[in-house]
């Protein structure tokens, strides 16, 4: 595609419902990441994927949080029994790998209630 | 410590006087860097990168940024600004992760540039 596709664009998860989150990277890209950024924050690295090797998981917050990219293609981030603090808008990234350019999604806005 | 920061939070500037977004970084090694820039409920645009050759790197929008090896420093530049440039800027640098042999990206906090008409 054209550019890194995200789904959905906004969640509302009410606290304890499990949700997913979806990411289609640039076509060709070997490399994806998923970054979260809290409210006028930085985005910060959850984990990384080369091909669909999850090589660098370390940045995700609790045992809820989970990515898988089964096919190197397509990602998904689960996060399981969501908690307000989990509210941020969670970014999917993609790149032919270090160093050049890493292109983003538009977030998926996630929301817990 | 590795680590890349933008010493301000918000930079105020009227529409066509020229600007500058400051972002200085601490790297071991030959730093790659980038700004990308982010509108309101947006995600992150790519705007240019150093990576290596000329110091002075030219990206999108008319924007482009000086890397400043003896001041660790790579700000970001437009001559004349506009009142559609104002948004919210990050500076990042690639950071090796621990042990693992690759590099993933470290964002600054953030710059807010407002220009006013």
Known sequence: ?113 | AQSVAQPEDQVNVAEGNPLTVKCTYSVSGNPYLFWYVQYPNRGLQFLLKYITGDNLVKGSYGFEAEFNKSQTSFHLKKPSALVSDSALYFCAVFLLRGNSGYSTLTFGKGTMLLVSP
């Open chain 1, 1 to 113: 595609g054209a550019g890194v596709s995200q789904s959905p664009r906004y969640k509302v998860a009410k606290r304890g419902q499990d949700v997913a989150l979806r990411c289609d990277p640039i076509s060709g890209h070997v490399s994806l990441f998923w970054y979260q950024q809290a409210l006028g924050q930085g985005p910060e690295f959850l984990t990384y994927f080369q091909n669909e090797a999850q090589l660098d998981k370390s940045g995700l917050p609790s045992d809820r949080f989970f990515a898988e990219r089964p096919e190197g293609s397509v990602s998904t981030l689960k996060i399981q029994r969501t908690q307000q603090e989990d509210s941020a808008v969670y970014l999917c990234a993609s790149s032919y790998g270090a160093p050049n350019t890493i292109y983003f999604g538009e977030g998926s806005w996630l929301t817990v209630v």
